[in-house]
């Protein structure tokens, strides 16, 4: 028993590790700021993390003593995966946020929690139930707390930003397909490093027009963009696409992927942290709270999400019991 919740309260720290991770990339990208192109933003980091981690891959299938699933059969698993949630994901995300505020945005992409568990429902038959109910409650609350600058600046009235708007809830249906297919593959028991590099790849080559002809991508231009723009490129490839991908696909292999998405409410929270550390902007005792109520909500359902099943079932058995006598 002891064992089993360790391991829990180990993956709660990789669900918060990893969304942490995520958030770096708002303020990397700001950071970065005008001198690379959107496009080149948006694909560089992601072809740069699957040159890096192909080696990886290759090693490892050499000490497992399996070949390179290059085949069909093998490879047609992430056809859909790398090109809806990777290449389309990123291209919408980049056009979606151009067209609309940033406040829309960030409150839009609160949806893909919810979004994950519709195609979790259809997908892979994983049900929802009183806790994990409860706890999307809490942490869209604690979200609204934390981004309360977000939603007063928020215009969805304004039909300018009603193209920009769907594009970027198309963006993130597409993010939810991603990641319920991912734990279909982590169920297929394709390696963590076999689910990053495929379908990297895959959403690679489908961005290269973009590369080539949309956005033309300029070596020089990019070498001479500064050493904070290749630093930051960097750590979106390393940190962003990769290490923080292959965790979440660990994650996966003990968690339903409605329990390990809810960790994404956490960044709003980790992004304005990141701008307190680097941007030198302020955190509020209300975003605190936010924070806290959000971590709240991933300890329910990753770690107590059993026990508080339990005590929830006792209660109904007791209930009727209790109105009969």
Not at 261 to 275: E, K, Q, S
Not at 280 to 286: F, L
């Amino acid at each position: 028993m002891h064992a089993v919740r360790g391991q829990k309260a180990f993956d709660w720290s990789l669900v918060i590790l990893v969304n942490f991770m995520w958030a770096t990339q708002v303020p990397v990208i700001r950071l970065i700021g005008d001198r690379l192109g959107p496009v080149t933003v948006a694909f560089v980091p992601m072809i740069v993390s699957a040159l890096i981690f192909l080696p990886l891959l290759w090693r490892e299938n050499k000490k497992r003593n399996v070949k390179m699933r290059w085949r069909w059969k093998d490879i047609k698993y992430f056809v859909l995966p790398g090109l809806i949630g990777i290449f389309i994901m990123q291209y919408a995300y980049t056009v979606g946020s151009r067209l609309t505020l940033a406040a829309n945005a960030g409150i839009i992409t609160l949806t893909i929690p919810v979004i994950v568990a519709m195609f979790a429902s259809w997908m892979l038959k994983e049900k929802m139930n009183i806790i994990r109910i409860l706890s999307f409650i809490l942490a869209i609350a604690g979200v609204l707390l934390t981004s309360l600058s977000d939603v007063s600046e928020a215009d969805f009235a304004h039909s300018g930003f009603l193209a920009g708007n769907l594009i970027f809830l198309f963006a993130c249906f597409c993010c939810g397909y991603y990641n319920t297919c991912c734990k279909l593959l982590v169920n297929k028991s394709f390696t963590e490093l076999e689910i990053l590099v495929y379908s990297s790849l895959i959403g690679s080559v489908a961005s290269l027009p973009l590369l080539i002809w949309v956005e033309p991508f300029h070596f020089d231009q990019f070498v001479n963009s500064g050493k904070l723009a290749l630093m930051g490129m960097l750590e979106l490839s390393v940190i962003v696409y990769g290490v923080s991908s292959l965790l979440f696909f660990y994650i996966l292999k003990r968690m339903d992927v409605t329990q390990a998405i809810l960790g994404n409410y956490l960044l709003p929270f980790f992004i304005a942290l990141m701008g307190v550390l680097l941007l030198s902007e302020k955190i509020t005792p209300v975003m605190a709270i936010g924070g806290a109520l959000i971590l709240v909500s991933t300890l329910m359902v990753t770690v107590y999400e059993p026990f508080l099943l339990s005590l929830f079932k006792q209660k109904n058995v007791r209930e009727p019991g209790q109105a009969a006598e």
